[in-house]
């Protein structure tokens, strides 16, 4: 069965404090890996698509990585408007369907 | 630049109610559109997508309807609203690939 696991659920930094978020995926014939931003109360806000294992993706404090299991979110030295929840979601060859994790949240403290 | 618009932003429905989400997308033709639900903390749930106007695909057997009557408006309705139908409704769009979201809207069903 296709799935998509995120972890942790939560995760609580302190401002500055560099991690890295998970996202694993069971799917046949990845076509794509894809990484949203979500603010409380709106709509997600696309900030990667990777597309093969060893592809990386930086912006800003992000950096998305990708291998033949899984993806890394790596926040390097985030700040308080770094916190959102970060979902992760994966499309299968031949299909326009977006499987999407539950999501982590992230909070950044001061 | 591509927009995408969702109205209305917020709305409180009684069980029993019609329902009708509206969804437009600006400075692109012949977008692939989506509609999504979001439980409260949970992942996104496809709900329907159409590849061009009047040709829906639905994923879920539930008790709503889209419908595209023209190339960038997608429509999400109900005949009647059950409290189970109650969430945040996302509209995305995308040329092959990538995918957008609107701003959603807040359904409450009392």
């Known amino acids: 069965e296709d799935q998509v696991t995120q972890s942790p659920e939560a995760l609580r930094l302190q401002e500055g404090e560099s991690s890295s978020l998970n996202c694993s995926y069971t799917?046949?014939?990845?076509?794509?890996l894809f990484w949203y931003r979500q603010d409380p109360g709106k709509g997600p806000e696309f900030l990667f698509t990777?597309?093969?294992a060893g592809e990386e993706k930086e912006k800003e404090r992000l950096k998305a990585t990708l291998t033949k299991k899984e993806s890394f979110l790596h926040i390097t030295a985030p700040k308080p408007e770094d916190s959102a929840t970060y979902l992760c979601?994966?499309?299968?060859?031949?299909?326009?369907?977006?499987?999407f994790g539950s999501g982590t949240r992230l909070l950044v403290r001061p | 630049s591509q927009t995408i618009h969702q109205w209305p932003a917020t709305l409180v429905q009684p069980v029993g109610s019609p329902l009708s989400l509206e969804c437009t997308v600006e400075?692109?033709?012949?977008?692939?559109l989506y509609w999504y639900r979001q439980a409260a903390g949970r992942g996104l749930q496809l709900l329907f997508y159409?590849?061009?106007?009047?040709?829906i695909s639905s994923e879920v057997p539930q008790n709503l309807s889209a419908s595209r009557p023209q190339d960038r408006q997608f429509i999400l309705s109900s005949k009647k609203l059950l409290l189970s139908d109650s969430g945040f409704y996302l509209c995305?769009?995308?040329?092959?690939?990538?995918?957008?979201f609107g701003p959603g809207t807040r359904l409450l069903v009392l």
């Open positions: 995305a769009w995308s040329p092959p690939g990538d995918q957008y």
């Open positions: 799917v046949s014939g990845l076509r794509g």
């Open positions: 990777l597309y093969s």
């Open positions: 979601a994966v499309r299968k060859d031949s299909s326009y369907k977006l499987i």
């Open positions: 400075g692109t033709s012949n977008p692939n």
């Open positions: 159409s590849v061009g106007i009047g040709q």
